[in-house]
């Protein structure tokens, strides 16, 4: 799964992945470890556009606010309990997606790491 993932992208330590590599075999395995780090970052963030289009589709759960108090005060508890409910479904979406943000912040900085690694600066 992508958070396993990234977690584990982010524990990669650079200076452990390469150590006693030659300069050439060092390349060779910063070279893979970018890759995989493009990979799953691509990942995440088609996860995060497909999850915010999500949360931007279907009914607002709010909508009732846009009718009179007195118009309001005649919808039935079903709808007012259906309304609770996507508000709680697009609360747990909107943590998901959070968490797989702050998932990404660590991974992106071994990903500049490696990069200016392998770039020699």
């Known amino acids: 799964m992508l958070p396993e993932r990234l977690m584990d992208l982010a524990l990669v330590e650079i200076d452990v992945l390469t150590a006693r590599l030659s300069a050439e075999e060092a390349r060779?395995?910063?070279?893979?470890?970018?890759?995989?780090?493009?990979?799953?970052?691509?990942?995440?963030?088609?996860?995060?556009?497909?999850?915010?289009?999500g949360l931007a589709a279907g009914v607002d759960p709010l909508a009732f606010l846009d009718l009179p108090s007195e118009r309001r005060a005649g919808i039935g508890d079903a709808?007012?309990?259906?309304?609770?409910?996507?508000?709680?479904?697009?609360?747990?979406?909107?943590?998901?997606?959070?968490?797989?943000?702050?998932?990404?912040?660590?991974?992106?900085?071994?990903?500049?790491?490696?990069?200016?690694?392998i770039g020699g600066t």
């Open 79 to 117: 709808a007012v309990d259906e309304a609770a409910a996507r508000l709680g479904q697009r609360a747990e979406t909107r943590r998901e997606l959070a968490r797989v943000e702050e998932l990404m912040r660590p991974v992106l900085a071994r990903l500049i790491e490696a990069d200016r690694r």
């Open 28 to 53: 060779e395995v910063l070279g893979a470890f970018i890759a995989d780090v493009e990979a799953a970052l691509a990942e995440a963030r088609a996860f995060l556009r497909e999850g915010q289009k």
